[in-house]
């Protein structure tokens, strides 16, 4: 029987089932609606815990004082004053000699690295996948977002509770806080997407070549590498000094305070400032110098205008006035130093003339900017009058530190590249080279086939004598 071939007849084909409303999209919609609970409660967590350790080491340092001026209240003032001004808010101290209310806004960059660190791996931890997977920038930034909703809760507790006192907040300067944590947490959320390349994580525009995109990559490596270098030369240069004048330095502790504990005190304030010294040596270093009050300038040239300082462990260590010597024109060894590694980091990649300026360029610009905020984050006001100024100058920093790395960085680099690699010859590709037949090969023929001859007999044994019959053979009859 013949199988019926009618159209009509033939069962229509089942369409395959749809699939299920929770795909991958719908997943990755949903993970930031699931996370956000947990993602703001570990932003409140981490605002929580630097706040916490802050006023915890206020509040110890006031129950062990033996002569305190203040309160329980006062106490936990200053320790959430501490907390906000490590985040760029200001602070303002109204019970002072002269009456009159005196700022504080110079920032310890030691304890700007608490709430920095805290709030960066909170928001890693929240933003990476527990499966693995790789999570995209939407989903990071949603993610981001709720853990700061959790931090500025805190952080507004916190604001509203220094409104008032003797050491009280600056209304404006709070801005930077908020600015502070939204840099933190976007670090973290990069981090927790597994730190992606910056083509894969920021939306760049079409027009925007990829070679752009790399060079922009390297810039921003050359430019941590001149910046580590400086920030460390300057720390070495600060702590030269410290060593240098030590016994001037020692001197102060028992001047400020007669105490112990007064001592320890003055030693941990000296510790939270050691990366600002950093900041200010590598400042020096660059030419550009620092100020320690109204009209005085420190720097390779000189250092004038002091006045009258207050005695204080880092400020014993600076040197006298005058014209520099031999120890400023040896720091000027510095910026060369992180402007030739810089440049050979470019120019070791042996990319053509034009690309490698480009490159050289922008990390000369990145590393101002970047030097310009250390400037303006390790300095401030620490009263008024003669301690309104304290630091470097944010744009004389920022212009060295690019002015110094374009005029080293930029022939070092092109000197490291030349003689260039010659490029690798260009294979032509099968529809660009001409069609030549081939021509079939014939085989070889087979080789003859020789016999091997016999192996000889490694045990060469002398043939036996034949053994009799049984019964004897008659032999042959007679005829």
Not at 15 to 27: E, G, H, W
Not at 66 to 92: C, K, M, N, R
Request: include cysteine; glycine fraction near 12%; charged fraction near 10%.
């Amino acid at each position: 029987m013949t199988p019926t071939t009618d159209p009509a007849l033939v069962p229509a084909p089942v369409p395959a089932a749809a699939p299920p409303a929770t795909s991958l999209s719908v997943q990755l919609s949903a993970r930031p609606a699931a996370a956000r609970l947990p993602a703001a409660a570990g932003g409140a967590a981490a605002a929580a815990l630097g706040l916490g350790l802050l006023a915890a080491v206020v509040l110890l340092l006031w129950i062990a004082s033996p002569y305190p001026d203040s309160g329980f209240g006062g106490a936990l003032h200053i320790g959430v004053g501490l907390w906000l001004l490590a985040q760029g808010a200001e602070l303002v101290r109204t019970d002072t000699l002269a009456g009159a209310p005196a700022p504080i806004a110079l920032t310890p960059l030691l304890l700007s690295a608490l709430p920095a660190w805290l709030l960066y791996r909170g928001t890693s931890s929240a933003v990476s996948s527990e499966d693995g997977r790789k999570v995209g920038r939407a989903e990071a930034a949603a993610v981001a977002g709720w853990v700061l909703a959790g931090y500025f809760s805190v952080t507004a507790l916190a604001v509203a509770y220094t409104t008032g006192g003797r050491v009280h907040l600056a209304g404006p300067s709070v801005l930077y806080v908020p600015l502070f944590a939204v840099v933190a947490a976007g670090c973290g959320a990069w981090a927790g997407s597994g730190r992606p390349a910056p083509a894969d994580w920021l939306r760049i525009p079409s027009r925007v070549r990829p070679a752009h995109v790399e060079e922009l990559g390297a810039a921003v490596r050359a430019a941590g590498i001149a910046l580590g270098v400086l920030v460390g030369g300057g720390a070495l240069l600060g702590g030269a000094s410290l060593v240098w004048h030590a016994r001037l330095s020692g001197s102060t502790y028992p001047q400020l305070s007669g105490p112990v504990l007064g001592r320890i005190v003055i030693l941990l304030i000296a510790v939270a400032l050691v990366p600002n010294l950093a900041v200010w040596g590598a400042s020096y270093a660059l030419g550009a110098g620092f100020t320690v009050g109204a009209g005085s300038s420190v720097g390779p040239a000189g250092a004038y205008g002091y006045g009258t300082l207050p005695r204080f462990p880092l400020l014993a260590a600076l040197p006298g006035e005058g014209a520099g010597g031999w120890p400023g024109r040896a720091a000027l060894a510095l910026p060369f130093a992180a402007a030739g590694v810089a440049g050979w980091w470019v120019g070791h990649r042996g990319w053509r003339p034009a690309r490698t300026a480009r490159t050289t360029a922008a990390a000369a610009l990145l590393l101002g900017l970047a030097l310009a905020v250390l400037a303006t984050w390790s300095g401030g006001a620490l009263g008024t009058f003669r301690l309104s100024a304290f630091g470097p100058t944010w744009f004389l920093t920022g212009s060295a530190g690019a002015a110094w790395t374009l005029a080293i960085a930029l022939p070092t680099a092109l000197l490291t590249r030349w003689p260039a690699p010659s490029p690798p010859a260009r294979v032509p590709d099968s529809a660009s080279a001409p069609h030549v037949p081939s021509t079939p090969t014939p085989p070889d023929p087979p080789a003859p086939e020789t016999p091997l001859p016999p192996l000889p007999d490694p045990l060469p044994w002398p043939n036996p004598p034949r053994l009799p019959t049984f019964p004897p053979d008659p032999g042959p009859s007679a005829p």
